[in-house]
């Protein structure tokens, strides 16, 4: 597919979303000639800011509020937001009637004729792909980012020149488009399967199977890097078709392999074992940071770049990007970080963990039927103290933790608030000098919060209002 073949054809984007995906799905179209009709079940009001960003592009329609069964039957292409599932009545109405349904995945991977790395896992995928992104700049291999940290897609088509290679960090939702498509990126990247988004999916199985279109329709001269201390990832070699390169904390023994063993990181080619860097010279904080600069540099040799530009990118890799373990203030001797992006318990547990001082911990929220008994155990074992964001999921943590607690469980209070500045109030009166306040959440942030991205800049903004 060409872009110019988007000229003239009426194309009905379904979500706009406040994210800013839909956003440059709506200004790529419109740019590129497209007759587009834009349909969310969001009002105007509610969608007020991300209007405002296309108030230049003319020609757009607007139908808010409601879905219409005409918007889906009388055009030529739809292209869904990631959220809305495949068993959506409008997307199935627009499948039966045989009228193509993308995603930007799907649509970027069909206009690109560039280079693709694809990046996904249950968690780790966002910082796993920007330090790809920085090895590739380092090695002057001019990159494109798409997808990293929510940003929008389409719009990066246009930036990409003749050399340039794409780094695209993929959504189990991003990747069912692909899946239906058959398209997989040239060089895949999976960091863990852990469970999550069980609210979207109808078990694991599903969501690990969209997983899996990362390397479904690889070729066998592509290269598929994989966490093999992870044990769902672990058991798929056998349906891998392309390259593997196996990734550790341990010893790999055979193959081609980036792990870490006696304090430093080794690549293996198959042939020769080489020494990349000592962990003693990574600055970037959380231990479970490791699989994913492991993954990075397994990327990165499938690439062919240099050791040499692999190490001085990893160097001098020292910040984790926004949202994750992400150093707000120190006040008082005590520091704040945002770990939003932690939406799931094991994500929460990493966090944790990733501190020697005593945590006062911020967790909790609403439920993705995530099993939560793993962070009540985290936070009896761990945690100085707990404040809690309500929800469905904040049940589940504190019945888990009077499980843990037993008779003392009656007597024991919990602070559970609605407000991010009433908690980050709470954090900052039992803080000490020397203690981490850490939000962590475990959990979904709907209900108190327009997303996890809400919730941590409140947090953020919150923090730097403490006198």
């Known amino acids: 597919m060409k872009i110019e073949e988007l000229k003239g054809k009426k194309i009905t984007v379904m979500g706009l979303g406040l994210l800013g995906g839909g956003v440059g799905t709506v200004k790529f179209l419109n740019l590129s000639g497209a007759k587009v009709l834009v349909t969310d079940i969001k009002s105007k009001e509610e969608l007020a800011s991300s209007m405002a960003v296309l108030k230049d592009c003319k020609g757009i329609e607007y139908v808010l509020g409601q879905h219409r069964m005409e918007d889906f039957i009388k055009t030529d292409m739809i292209v869904k937001t990631p959220f809305a599932s495949w068993e959506n009545k409008y997307v199935k109405m627009a499948l039966d009637k045989k009228i193509p349904v993308e995603m930007d995945s799907s649509l970027f991977f069909k206009l690109c004729?560039?280079?693709?790395?694809?990046?996904?896992?249950?968690?780790?995928?966002?910082?796993?792909?920007?330090?790809?992104?920085?090895?590739?700049?380092?090695?002057?291999?001019?990159?494109?980012?798409?997808g990293i940290g929510n940003v929008s897609v389409l719009d990066k088509l246009r930036q990409l020149k003749k050399d340039s290679v794409v780094v695209f960090e993929l959504s189990s939702w991003r990747l069912s488009a692909l899946g239906r498509n058959q398209l997989s990126p040239k060089i895949a990247a999976l960091t863990n399967i852990?469970?999550?988004?069980?609210?979207?999916?109808?078990?694991?199985?599903?969501?690990?199977?969209?997983?899996?279109?990362?390397?479904?329709?690889?070729?066998?001269?592509?290269?598929?890097?994989?966490?093999?201390?992870?044990?769902?990832?672990?058991?798929?070699?056998?349906?891998?078709?392309?390259?593997?390169?196996?990734?550790?904390?341990?010893?790999?023994?055979?193959?081609?392999?980036?792990?870490?063993?006696?304090?430093?990181?080794?690549?293996?080619?198959?042939?020769?074992?080489?020494?990349?860097?000592?962990?003693?010279q990574i600055s970037l904080k959380g231990g479970h940071n490791l699989t994913?600069?492991?993954?990075?540099?397994?990327?990165?040799?499938?690439?062919?770049?240099?050791?040499?530009?692999?190490?001085?990118?990893?160097?001098?890799?020292?910040?984790?990007?926004?949202?994750?373990?992400?150093?707000?203030?120190?006040?008082?001797?005590?520091?704040?970080?945002?770990?939003?992006?932690?939406?799931?318990?094991?994500?929460?547990?990493?966090?944790?963990?990733?501190?020697?001082?005593?945590?006062?911990?911020?967790?909790?929220?609403?439920?993705?039927?995530?099993?939560?008994?793993?962070?009540?155990?985290?936070?009896?074992?761990?945690?100085?103290?707990?404040?809690?964001?309500?929800?469905?999921?904040?049940d589940k943590i504190i019945t888990g933790i009077k499980k843990i607690i037993g008779p003392e469980a009656s007597e024991k209070k919990f602070s559970v608030v609605e407000s991010m500045e009433k908690t980050v109030e709470l954090a900052n009166e039992s803080a000490e000098s020397g203690d981490v306040v850490l939000l962590s959440p475990g959990a979904a942030s709907f209900g108190l919060f327009s997303n996890e991205l809400d919730r941590g800049n409140k947090f953020k903004a919150a923090v730097m209002k403490l006198e």
Request: hydrophobic share 35%; charged share 30%.
């Open 194 to 280: 852990y469970p999550d988004h069980l609210n979207y999916y109808k078990n694991m199985e599903e969501y690990v199977s969209d997983k899996k279109e990362i390397f479904r329709y690889q070729k066998p001269d592509d290269f598929c890097v994989i966490n093999w201390d992870d044990e769902i990832l672990n058991k798929l070699g056998p349906e891998i078709n392309s390259q593997i390169i196996k990734f550790s904390e341990h010893k790999i023994e055979k193959g081609k392999s980036v792990y870490a063993e006696e304090g430093v990181i080794y690549l293996n080619d198959g042939i020769d074992e080489k020494r990349v860097l000592d962990l003693s």
């Open 113 to 146: 004729k560039n280079e693709i790395i694809g990046v996904s896992g249950s968690k780790g995928k966002t910082t796993t792909a920007t330090l790809i992104f920085e090895i590739l700049k380092k090695a002057g291999k001019n990159p494109v980012a798409a």
């Open 292 to 394: 994913n600069i492991l993954s990075a540099i397994g990327v990165a040799y499938a690439m062919g770049i240099s050791l040499e530009k692999i190490r001085e990118a990893v160097v001098e890799f020292k910040k984790a990007p926004e949202h994750r373990l992400e150093f707000v203030r120190e006040l008082r001797g005590v520091k704040y970080y945002n770990d939003t992006a932690a939406t799931t318990p094991e994500s929460a547990v990493f966090g944790i963990d990733s501190f020697e001082e005593p945590v006062i911990l911020i967790c909790g929220g609403s439920d993705k039927k995530l099993d939560m008994s793993l962070l009540a155990k985290k936070i009896c074992q761990k945690v100085k103290s707990v404040i809690f964001f309500k929800g469905e999921a904040t």
